[in-house]
T-cell receptor, first 116, second 114 residues
Framework: AQKVTQAQTEISVVEKEDVTLDCVYETRDTTYYLFWYKQPPSGELVFLIRRNSFDEQNEISGRYSWNFQKSTSSFNFTITASQVVDSAVYFCALRRGYSSASKIIFGSGTRLSIRP | EAQVTQNPRYLITVTGKKLTVTCSQNMNHEYMSWYRQDPGLGLRQIYYSMNVEVTDKGDVPEGYKVSRKEKRNFPLILESPSPNQTSLYFC?????????????FGEGSWLTVV
């Protein structure tokens, strides 16, 4: 079975703190894709990153970084020097890597609040 | 500009009054899908379509219908809405399933059934 778990329901930190959002996934597939999306208060889903299962290189984009570890089935997301604009719900998602894969499986989301 | 467009964005309706939420994409994508988002549950798939005239149920299809007569459009139909269908709905599309292609989401449709 495919599953994505975001155990942290809500996180609240003070501005400029670093914060890590956890994502643990389950799949027996060898080929799969992992995603992170941001959902600001306005409601839309903003794509942040995509990784495939064969690429375990960590990635950094400005204040954002992602740590993909197949050994622990985790794809964690870290925001460095957080800002109030980072306040949002963040979703981790998994997509199977074969042609008839019908859906993207989402975690339940982590609500991140950055206090000034 | 690559877009998935949903309408309406906001709707309050009454129980039993049929409604349709439209979804259109301008990227010639094969795959389209509908999700609903509820607190604590993340996004759950309602229906999906692999291509024109090919649709299938997702995890929570009860109370919904879809059609895919054209590649660009994938409307979600609530024949007889009930209050438990109050939710935030997202339409999504991508070039093909089972790949790392970017998944594009519409802006969401807030639906309240009273």
């Amino acid at each position: 079975a495919q599953k994505v778990t975001q155990a942290q329901t809500e996180i609240s930190v003070v501005e400029k703190e670093d914060v890590t959002l956890d994502c643990v996934y389950e799949t027996r597939d060898t080929t799969y894709y992992l995603f992170w999306y941001k959902q600001p208060p306005s409601g839309e889903l903003v794509f942040l990153i995509r990784r495939n299962s064969f690429d375990e290189q960590n990635e950094i984009s400005g204040r954002y970084s992602w740590n993909f570890q197949k050994s622990t089935s985790s794809f964690n997301f870290t925001i460095t020097a957080s800002q109030v604009v980072d306040s949002a719900v963040y979703f981790c998602a998994l997509r199977r890597g074969y042609s008839s894969a019908s859906k993207i499986i989402f975690g339940s989301g982590t609500r991140l609040s950055i206090r000034p | 500009e690559a877009q998935v467009t949903q309408n309406p964005r906001y709707l309050i309706t009454v129980t039993g009054k049929k409604l349709t939420v439209t979804c259109s994409q301008n990227m010639n994508h094969e795959y389209m899908s509908w999700y609903r988002q509820d607190p604590g549950l993340g996004l759950r798939q309602i229906y999906y379509s692999m291509n024109v005239e090919v649709t299938d149920k997702g995890d929570v299809p009860e109370g919904y219908k879809v059609s895919r007569k054209e590649k660009r459009n994938f409307p979600l139909i609530l024949e007889s809405p009930s209050p438990n269908q109050t939710s935030l709905y997202f339409c999504a599309s991508s070039l093909s399933p089972g790949s790392g292609n970017t998944i594009y989401f519409g802006e969401g449709s807030w639906l309240t059934v009273v």
